[in-house]
Structure formats: structure tokens, C-alpha cells
């Protein structure tokens, strides 16, 4: 496994902004994808971004226009930042990295959004 270690995260009001960082501990992975899940109480794990080695990003609908990822692989770092919450964003957040070996996660950060 590749060992990811989040930052960020907390309580904040709707409308406000939260940046959530993930850092992977080893270097040299060729190509991956790393991104961001999150899973609310009583609900499944849901994709809410991701992007490649390459820069290619997959963003859900629900964030669009609110979310931006974006990662630095010299550091091997991904961000989130997370604008313009709203109280259905609240949810543990969890870092994943995926590539050919391996498919590893972060052992979450929790984001609460109140109204």
C-alpha cells in the first residue's frame, strides 16, 4: 500500500470554504490517479474528484462549478478545494491513489457544513 496522509478539513458555515490536502509517501509511481471520496452517514462512498498523472480530472456532477482538484507530482501531493459548501457536502473525506499495483486510501478527514 501507498501511505497517504490527509490534512485539512473542519467545521464551517454554508457558503463557506474548506481545502483539503493528501500527500503519498513515496515518489516515483509512473502513472496514477489520485482523488477524493467522501461518505455521508447511512450513505455509500461516492467519487467527489479525481485526476491523473497527466491532468486529466473527473469531477462529480454535484460539485461542478464548486470543487476544484489539482496535485503537484513533483511533492506527490492533491488538492481540494471546496468553495461555496453547503450542508450536503458534510461527509468524511477519504484520499485514494490508484494505480497498476496499488489502490490505497487515506483514513479520512471529516468536513461538517452547517446551515
Known amino acids: 500500500q501507498v501511505p497517504l496522509v490527509e490534512s485539512g478539513g473542519g467545521s464551517v458555515q454554508a457558503g463557506g470554504s474548506l481545502r483539503l490536502s493528501c500527500a503519498a509517501s513515496?515518489?516515483?509511481?509512473?502513472?496514477?490517479?489520485m482523488g477524493w471520496y467522501r461518505q455521508a452517514p447511512g450513505k455509500q462512498r461516492e467519487l467527489v474528484a479525481t485526476?491523473?498523472?497527466?491532468?486529466?480530472?473527473n469531477v462529480a456532477d454535484s460539485v461542478k462549478g464548486r470543487f476544484t482538484i489539482s496535485r503537484d507530482n513533483a511533492k506527490n501531493t492533491v488538492s481540494l478545494q471546496m468553495n461555496s459548501l453547503k450542508p450536503e457536502d458534510t461527509a468524511v473525506y477519504y484520499c485514494?491513489?490508484?494505480?497498476?499495483?496499488?489502490?490505497?486510501w487515506g483514513q479520512g478527514t471529516q468536513v461538517t457544513v452547517s446551515s
Open positions: 485514494n491513489f490508484r494505480n497498476s499495483r496499488y489502490d490505497s
Open positions: 513515496q515518489s516515483r509511481f509512473g502513472i496514477n490517479t
Open positions: 485526476i491523473t498523472s497527466v491532468g486529466s480530472t
